[in-house]
């Protein structure tokens, strides 16, 4: 039988001290932080230099825009009521108390809507107390016909039927 687990050994097969060292892992990773810097400080610089000549040659946004500033993007308090509407609310609570309070002060009080044509409005509580009195009329009357388009056609053509008509009944115009 053969032996497979011998152990040949020879002298000149072993660790090669020669492939890898401390040193060039050591010189790799400083290399490599150095490059990082390096990098770094180029991408800030070529950031720097657009964002000079970007202020440098930036024009108005728009030609009604009289005003020249030194850096366009700060705004000052004053010139907040010159931007054009609508602006963001700045603190939504008191911007619209006003509002509510006069959705309220409608709700809960007598007026016209329109004087002209007579239409009021009144107290949302007596006007729940109506519907509750009155009721709404929610099925039509009995013997009426709800509308639909069937119904409203055939409404038209009963009105525009003039076939039963003597010619001197018929509108002028209209001769069969």
Known sequence: MIDLHKNHQHDD???EREDLGGKPVFGFIVSLVVGGILIYYVIWGIFYFLDAYDKKHQQTRTPL???????????????INRFPEPRLEENERTELDGFRQREEQELN??????????????????????????????????GTV???????????????????????????????
Do not use: C
Not at 68 to 73: L, V
Not at 110 to 133: C, E, R, S
């Open 65 to 79: 825009v009289a005003i020249e500033k030194a850096n366009p993007r700060d705004v000052q308090a004053t010139e």
């Open 109 to 142: 009080s007598y007026g016209w809507v329109d004087k002209n044509a007579g239409v009021a409005h009144i107290p949302i509580d007596q006007a729940m107390q109506l519907i509750a009195q009155r009721g709404l009329s929610t099925t039509p009357q009995v």
């Open 13 to 15: 097969l072993g660790f």
């Open 146 to 176: 709800p509308l639909s388009p069937v119904n409203l056609a055939k409404a038209a053509a009963t009105a525009a039927d003039n076939s039963e008509m003597t010619p001197q009944e018929q509108p002028k115009g209209q001769k069969k």
